[in-house]
């Protein structure tokens, strides 16, 4: 370590250092924040030595305990969290203004107030008025639910330690500042500063604690990105861009899985769950529509069954356009490269038949995943090639198939995770049909077709076309 005395300049708003000085802050952005500092690490070696040393502790010597989590009883909320809040977690609920966090958390204070768990609803942004009144319009139990109108986190963990409360909410982490730090309510050093001290009174008193965070649409802006790496768990309350739905979602969490989602009715009287979210993304519109096909994706331990719709145009001007909705755009590119190289397709001309390659090079494609959701899915390649083809080939897939496959670059069909378990959704949804890879699955109340390649599917739409109207070699 170099022992010589070295001058830095820190931001007074967010605590960057830099070498150089600068009239604006390249992290947070505050104009004429930077101020000198000087560092001895000289003198640092010296503390460091003085101090004395932590306590090492032997984990083999340590009980097993059992993990005892705080049920909510609603099943999404429950599965997203894990299996319930963990005692002692800090837990950042983030969203966007006006999403619906207040509610959610209210919701679960209501979910969990009894006679032996006592909550604290902290809030810089609304009065013990506003809140009872919102409760009461709930129609939430506010018997086992205490208010602290402070600002001050000092002052709140004060009430904490001598309630010590199960459950803690502070909404929202943006309104609270600490007096430790000078700067500015809201800025990064008092949101970080804040949180550290939620944490160590969460670790220390085995107390549950939530800490709401508003973020922009970008996800950058007011704090709570800065926060990740601080809190256990962090929760997204996200709304579904079409109807009038709310996803919970769980982007970290140190006691359980990041896959799981919930999925939420906004309603007068709070948030409603989602028992059948399968129906949710599936258009009930029983029309036959070219394009359109219904495929099954995972999240986490849960199945849903999502529709997906295909346009293919012919190319006006200029190159081809590729445009999705809720997939990706660059997974769409290699889909399209694939059925351009390998399938083919099978027709008539006058009396003999004839097959010549797929060629999308001069049509649009347009992709669109019903319902709003942002799907990652390999399994939906098939269902998504099967689209392009049936909007391609102006033929409909009927509403009782449902389709689940990964494509790869030789236009084989490979096999997808939890096979059995999409086949069993699929059974149970009244659904006739499945085309999926070649496996070894045994079916009775369903009918499996089971394909090696997209040459195979191509020529069963080409079978089904009327043969009084070629199908037209592109």
Known sequence: ???????????????AQSLKWSGRCLECGAWASLQTQTIDHKDNLQKISSVEPAKIIDLTKIEQQ??????????????????????????????????????????????????????????????????????????????????VSETNVEKILSAVIKVKPTLVIIDSIQTVYSNDIPSETGSINQIRSCAVKFLEIAKEHNISIILIGHITKDGQVAGPKSLEHIVDTVIY????????YRILRATKNRFGSINELGIFEMTGLGFKEIKNPSAVFIETNKQKITGSVISCFIEGTRLFLVEIQALVTKTIFGYPQRKVSGFDLGRLQVLCAVLTKRAKIYGTNNTSERKANINLTNQDVILNVVG???????????????????????????????????VGLGGEIRNVVKLEQRIAEAEKLGFTQVITNDCDIKTKKIKLIKINNLNEIVSGICRECDSRQPIMII
Do not use: W
């Open 372 to 406: 709003g959701l942002k799907i990652s899915d390999p399994s939906l390649d098939l269902a998504v090639c099967l689209a392009i083809i049936s909007s391609l080939l102006n033929q409909c897939i009927d509403r009782r198939t449902i389709v689940f496959g990964e």
């Open 237 to 244: 309350l996200e709304s579904e861009t079409t109807h009038n």
């Open 1 to 15: 370590m170099n022992n010589k005395i070295q001058t830095v300049y820190a931001c007074s708003q967010c605590g």
């Open 66 to 147: 059992n993990l005892t989590r705080i049920k909510t009883n609603i099943n999404e909320i429950d599965r997203v969290f894990g299996g319930g809040i963990v005692p002692g977690s800090l837990i950042l609920l983030s969203g966007e203004p006006g999403i619906g966090k207040s509610t959610i958390v209210a919701q679960v204070a209501n979910a969990i107030s009894n006679e032996n768990c006592q909550i604290i609803y902290a809030s810089g942004e609304e009065s013990a008025a506003q809140i009872k009144a919102r409760l009461e319009r709930l129609k939430y139990n506010i018997n086992n639910i205490k208010f």
